[in-house]
């Protein structure tokens, strides 16, 4: 099959007609994927609109996604250790600490409300017409904006633009799980666990993906009783195995509870209880929990309702998901899908490199986005973080690999933190000794993973990286140790 | 000092290989699948689905508050709540609706006059 040269333009007469806006880019979609393809397509001269139905910009990551469950993860964090840390530092706190609940929720909020205000600035900086309603397809160059009842600032009436060139980003949603009626009050979903207006003696978890194994450490750490189950054998969905069992090791640690293998039958609410039966895969032993608040944490899936997708034929895979080609095309050329809306991991930053690569061909006919090198970091404490391939995956594939570990116990830094939990783990090809994955267990891990990309990207070997001067005390030196490890051996271990 | 460190900065041959500026990379004609689709899905190929077709099979995501899930009938002080509900066949929403043999005969002046004076004839 072959490329279309030229967009096909198709005629709506009643678009024709209603048409009353014009610009060169549309984008459907105001989340990480879709407010960076705008910021992009303006700084390289397009007109562009960007079309969001929620009444704020920054998508499910701003709004209820990784920033406010970040922020809730660093004051819970600051609050266990003040609680569990602070004399064994010298630090004598004269009272009681307590979490006052409003307060988190507030401090939550305000961040949010501040990157959301952020991202306004950034397209009234770049001259992007933000366009507050829904937006759904007339026909492959005109996009129709509704009015959303009750939302503040919304388009008042249907609006019509007329358009080249198209980039859905209408990320994600929930999955629900069949037979369990959520309410976001009881029964959650993980926008209802980032609004809990009290902790939850004891909470349960279905899930044991990073969205609720962050959840999960949320609640341990302000004193609820959690327990997490899950499907499959083990948690952390596609982290490497050996990192998987030491997450689990250090979490359980924490005080968090694991039903692993084990399946959930039912979840109902009883008044201020949830009565959930669970039954083993293994045995198909049945089992009776009860919670003050069950979270269902089991995925996301792609959000195509209300896009009118089928009108222009485009289409979609048994998932949901957008179905699109190497160069971010759907059936027309001129129509580009980005985001957790398509193929690939659901993760903020894929989609805003994403974005960016869609408006480069766009505009010069080449993008560019690294599917083997994009990082997924958990931020628990310690956090977890990895890119590039994993054991199973390089022994699934007959590569032959070189492994070298080194534990922050060993790292100064780390030590002076009295923050020692964690290893940094790296996988390099047994020949030419060029890195092939990275995966840290320790503190700051989400920040250290990006000299691991780097490398990655630029083919680097362990002796490159081992070669580099990292500065001392800190916790990078971890990674180059773990480098020399690969391929030689470490200094300090 | 610092033209002592520019020199040896010069001098230096990294270990790690230079590539220089980005390339112009031209792409081929055909379309190829997503890196991170299955099966080698394109759009157009076979295995895609109708969205309209996905979207009915599957079920949407709702939040169904608690209390409307379990609205009770009597109200606490054992007074009956009503629901709100479209009319069914055969149904009217006032008396005044109905056909005049099944309304209240009008009150006449005799009895008026007897109810707003206490009932005592």
Request: aromatic share 6%.
């Amino acid at each position: 099959m072959l490329r279309s040269v030229s967009s096909k333009r198709s005629f709506s007469v009643a678009s024709r007609l209603f048409a009353n806006k014009k610009h060169e880019v549309v984008v459907i979609g105001g989340g990480p994927g879709g407010y960076i393809a705008a910021i992009k397509a303006a700084q390289q001269g397009y007109d562009t609109a960007c079309v969001e139905k929620r009444g704020r910009l920054g998508g499910t990551c701003l709004n209820v996604g990784c920033i406010p469950s970040k922020a809730l993860l660093n004051n819970s964090q600051l609050f266990h250790q003040m609680k569990s840390d602070a004399k064994g530092r010298g630090i004598d706190i004269d009272g009681t600490v307590n979490i006052n609940v409003a307060n988190l929720q507030k401090h939550k909020d305000t961040v949010v409300k501040q990157l959301t205000g952020g991202i306004e600035m950034l397209f009234k900086k770049h001259k992007i017409a933000y366009y507050k309603g829904e937006g759904s397809f007339e026909d492959t160059t005109h996009v129709k904006v509704s009015p959303v009842d009750g939302l503040e600032g919304s388009v008042k009436e249907e609006t019509v633009l007329e358009t080249e060139k198209v980039i859905v980003a209408t990320g994600s949603e929930v999955t629900p799980f069949p037979g369990i009626t959520i309410d976001e009050e009881r029964i959650i979903s993980s926008t209802g666990a980032l609004s809990l207006k009290e902790i939850p003696k004891r909470f349960t978890i279905i899930g044991g993906g990073i969205i609720g194994l962050e959840m999960a450490s949320v609640y341990s750490r302000l004193g609820s009783e959690v327990t997490i189950v899950e499907f499959q054998p083990q948690i952390g969905a596609s982290m490497d195995g050996e990192v998987a069992k030491a997450t689990q090791k250090f979490l359980k640690k924490q005080g968090i509870n694991f039903k692993l293998s084990t399946k959930v039958l039912s979840g109902v609410r009883e008044g201020e209880v949830v009565n959930i039966e669970v039954e083993a895969v293994k045995d198909g032993k049945k089992e009776k929990l009860q919670a003050d608040a069950l979270l269902v944490a089991v995925g996301r899936r792609p959000y195509i309702k209300g896009l009118n997708a089928e009108k222009i034929g485009l289409e979609v895979d048994k998932r949901g998901r957008l179905v699109i080609d190497d160069q971010f095309n759907s059936k027309h050329p001129n129509i580009k899908v980005v985001g957790d809306v398509t193929f690939g991991p659901m993760l903020a930053h894929k989609a805003e490199e994403e974005g960016v690569a869609a408006v480069e061909y766009f505009k010069t006919g080449h993008g560019h986005v690294n599917y083997n090198n994009i990082p997924s970091v958990m931020y628990s404490h310690p956090e977890v973080a990895w890119t590039g391939q994993t054991e199973e995956q390089l022994k699934e594939a007959n590569i032959k690999f070189k492994v070298g570990k080194f534990p922050f116990i060993a790292n100064s830094r780390a030590k002076t933190n009295s923050d020692t939990e964690g290893f940094v783990k790296i996988l390099i090809d047994e020949k030419t000794e060029r890195i092939l994955g990275a995966h840290i267990i320790g503190p700051n891990a989400g920040e250290m993973i990006a000299e691991a990309g780097l490398a990655i990207e630029y083919g680097a070997s362990a002796e490159d990286v081992a070669r580099v001067c990292h500065a001392h005390p800190t916790l990078s030196e971890a990674f180059k140790e773990a480098a020399m490890a690969a391929y030689d051996q470490p200094l300090n271990f | 000092m610092r033209q002592t460190v520019t020199k040896l900065a010069q001098s230096y041959t990294p270990m790690i290989k230079f590539l220089g500026k980005h390339p112009v990379t031209k792409h081929p004609i055909e379309i190829l699948p997503h890196p991170c689709t299955v099966n080698g899905l394109v759009p157009g190929g076979e295995g895609c689905l109708n969205p309209a077709e996905y979207l009915k099979n599957s079920k949407p995501f709702v939040v169904v508050p608690y209390k409307k899930q379990h609205a009770s009938k009597t109200t606490a002080d054992g007074a009956i709540s009503f629901t709100d509900r479209p009319l069914q066949n055969n149904e009217v929403s006032s008396i005044a609706e109905l056909p005049a043999k099944y309304r209240f005969k009008p009150i006449e002046e005799k009895e008026l006059e007897c109810i707003n004076s206490g009932g005592v004839m």
